[in-house]
């Protein structure tokens, strides 16, 4: 079983700035996989980076790369130059040994003008 | 190419009722999950399909809640005598199936509201 820790509800960001929303895994697999969605108000989940736990480099997507610590356990996003439109609830998930994944509590981005 | 699709985009039903909640996924994906998302919460996993069979179904809360998948393509969610504590948006999403780690790409959602 896997377990996922966001410990920010929310975060505020000033636009074209940076930053960094932290998320922190629990699991007894040996092979898994964490992945970071974005939720707008409008509801849709959506897909943003995935890290594999044997992947040797942290993963990058356009703005947005995952700083993964394994022997931390922690797999925090970085969004860079951040845009008005970033402004959503961000969710951290894993998967392993179960293919479904396991979600954290979600924080609430909110990039000012 | 299209997205997973989710039917109805809003459900209203009455305690007592049963309803039916469609997710159509991304052609070709052969894995199928439903989740559920509570209010100012992350989403909780139901059921995993893989094909036609539920692979995994150790998140359904209740024998309420049934998940179908004949022709390993299109899954139907079906609540019987539904509760006000069912409300909640209801996620399917799909992936290749290819190993643990997939990528899962979600639906719109479908909430449902009991009164």
């Known amino acids: 079983a896997q377990k996922i820790t966001q410990t920010q509800p929310g975060m505020f960001v000033q636009e074209k700035e940076a930053v960094t929303l932290d998320c922190t895994y629990d699991?007894?697999?040996?092979?898994?996989?964490l992945f970071w969605y974005k939720q707008p108000s409008s509801g849709e989940m959506i897909f943003l980076i995935y890290?594999?736990?044997?992947?040797?480099q942290n993963a990058t997507e356009g703005r947005y790369s995952l700083n993964f610590q394994k022997a931390r356990k922690s797999a925090n996003l970085v969004i860079s130059a951040s845009q008005l439109g970033d402004s959503a609830m961000y969710f951290c998930?894993?998967?392993?040994?179960?293919?479904?994944?396991?979600f954290g509590s979600g924080t609430q981005l909110t990039v000012l003008p | 190419g299209a997205g997973v699709s989710q039917t109805p985009s809003n459900k209203v039903t009455e305690k007592g009722k049963y309803v039916e909640l469609r997710c159509d996924p991304i052609?070709?994906?052969?894995?199928l999950y439903w989740y559920r998302q509570s209010l100012g919460q992350g989403p909780e996993f139901l059921i995993y399909?893989?094909?036609?069979?539920?692979?995994?179904d150790s998140g359904l809360p209740n024998d309420r809640f049934f998940a179908v998948r004949p022709e390993g393509s299109v899954s139907t969610l079906k609540i019987q005598r539904t509760e006000r504590g069912d409300s909640a948006v209801y996620l399917c999403?799909?992936?290749?199936?290819?190993?643990?780690?997939?990528?899962?790409?979600f639906g719109p959602g479908t909430r449902l509201t009991v009164l």
């Open positions: 999403a799909s992936s290749l199936g290819q190993g643990r780690t997939d990528t899962q790409y």
């Open positions: 699991t007894s697999d040996p092979s898994y996989g």
């Open positions: 890290q594999g736990s044997y992947d040797q």
């Open positions: 998930a894993g998967s392993g040994s179960a293919r479904q994944l396991t």
């Open positions: 052609s070709g994906h052969t894995a």
């Open positions: 399909f893989q094909g036609t069979g539920a692979a995994d």
